[in-house]
Structure formats: C-alpha cells, structure tokens
C-alpha cells in the first residue's frame, strides 16, 4: 500500500511472486483522501485466497473494486515490511508519513469486522461474537 501524490490517492500494488521483475497488478483507491489534517487514516488491504481476491478499504469502507489475484509464492516464508519496499538489505521507497498501527489477520475479515477496524482502540482484539471496540 502506498500514497500516490500524483493522484491524490492511496493505491496498493500485489506481485505475482516473491520478485522484483513478477508482474504486479497496480489498483489506485477512489473517493476523497487523504483524510482530514491530523486525523490520518485506517487501511486496510483484504486478501481472501479462497476466491482470489484482494482489495484495499479506506476508513472501514471499500476503496477499490476486488481484483483477481492468484500469487505464485509461499506467504509463511515471507516477512511483511512497513514503511518501505523490498527486502531487509534492499529497502527503498520509505514512507514519509506516521504509521500508528499494524495489525496482520489470519484469514479474510469480513465487510463489518473491517468496518469495525477504524474504530478498534489500540491493542483491543476483533472478538468472534462481534468486534471488541471498547
């Protein structure tokens, strides 16, 4: 996920492999952002690997329609970077924002659990009953 300051806009790319030169599939977010100054917001990129789907959703709503997406990789030997591309030795595109949270699921959340996100206080768990947001 990155912000596009060309266009105004958050975007999210997803490569094919675990590669630099795999092709990417590249989907800008539409609506109004960022949000207001000094009120940041919550992203959320959704992978459902059951339909193969990924979408990224912004402030709890969605942002992008779902793309097909049918990766060629391995996520439990991957590792997840924030704030930048590439890998450990190799990171470049560095975010010059805040990042205030992250928080990674195992498997797809649903349209209300994402909605609750936005809302969740920091630290709280999305309780299988219904989302924790006190």
Known sequence: MRYDAERCAWSFEVRDADEDAAPSTRVVAAGDVPARDGFGDHLALAYDPVLGEVALY???????????WHPEWDFSTVGVDVG???????????????????RV??????????SALPILQSGAELDPDGPDIG
């Open 105 to 114: 699921f195992d498997g797809a959340l649903d349209q209300d659990a994402i």
């Open 84 to 102: 930048r591309t590439g890998g450990a030795s190799t990171g470049a595109d560095f975010f010059s924002g805040e990042v205030d949270e992250v």
């Open 58 to 68: 912004l402030n709890g709503d969605k942002a992008t329609e779902s793309v097909e």
